[in-house]
């Protein structure tokens, strides 16, 4: 398996530009995870999906971040518009039904935005 | 709701010297528990994991962890440290019950290893 695949691994952008992450989960797993880490506030779950279907939200900060599910192989995360507190590493991960068997994670992609 | 502390930001070990890792959970009932290690520019690699069973958990690269429920403990060990163990840490407590999923992280401890 080529585990989580995340696109782009860097993202440089100007403030106020829409922003889409992709990321491609693990085939089987029933959960997918985007997370946020910053050296302020490290590892911040922004929301979670089961089986395409969004959980929990709670996490994202602001209306300008938005997360869809399409179908079980594609995530997309999107802010809109941008900003240069949105820079980030931003994770995307994925896991089977059953909660002991622990998230995989994809390598990231690096937003800055400036 | 579950917590995860790593009161250790940063620690310095010599390379062969033995490491231990620190981390304290807060959950009501015995959580599921896992070690994760960020090398830079990567993303988390599971490293172990425990879930019920044998209180002392073997994983890879010759880590291992031991659950103590009676301290709210599952701090991570390494008899003899690697430069390339260099690397930055995380605990991550989650609920064991049925598929409730999130995974709460701590704040990570960075390993620096000395030669």
């Known amino acids: 398996d080529a585990g989580v695949i995340q696109s782009p691994r860097h993202e440089v952008t100007e403030m106020g530009q829409e922003v889409t992450l992709r990321c491609k989960p693990i085939?089987?797993?029933?959960?997918l995870f985007w997370y946020r880490q910053t050296m302020m506030r490290g590892l911040e779950l922004l929301i979670y999906?089961?089986?395409?279907?969004?959980?929990?939200d709670s996490g994202m900060p602001e209306d300008r971040f938005s997360a869809k599910m399409p179908n079980a192989s594609f995530s997309t995360l999107k802010i809109q518009p941008s900003e240069p507190r949105d820079s980030a590493v931003y994770f995307c991960?994925?896991?089977?039904?059953?909660?002991?068997?622990?998230?995989?994670f994809g390598s990231g992609t690096r937003l800055t935005v400036v | 709701a579950q917590s995860v502390t790593q009161p250790d930001i940063h620690i310095t070990v010599s390379e062969g010297a033995s490491l231990e890792l620190r981390c304290n959970y807060s959950y009501g009932a015995t959580p599921y528990l896992f070690w994760y290690v960020q090398s830079p520019g990567q993303g988390l690699q599971l490293l172990l994991k425990y879930f019920s069973g044998d209180t002392l958990v073997q994983g890879i690269k010759g880590f291992e962890a031991e659950f103590k429920r009676s301290q709210s403990s599952f701090n991570l060990r390494k008899p003899s440290v690697h430069w390339s163990d260099a690397a930055e840490y995380f605990c991550a407590v989650g609920a064991n019950t049925g598929t409730a999923s999130k995974l709460t992280f701590g704040t990570g401890t960075r390993l620096q290893v000395t030669l």
């Open positions: 991960a994925s896991r089977p039904g059953q909660g002991g068997y622990g998230y995989t």
């Open positions: 085939s089987g797993h029933d959960y």
């Open positions: 999906f089961n089986n395409n279907v969004p959980i929990d």
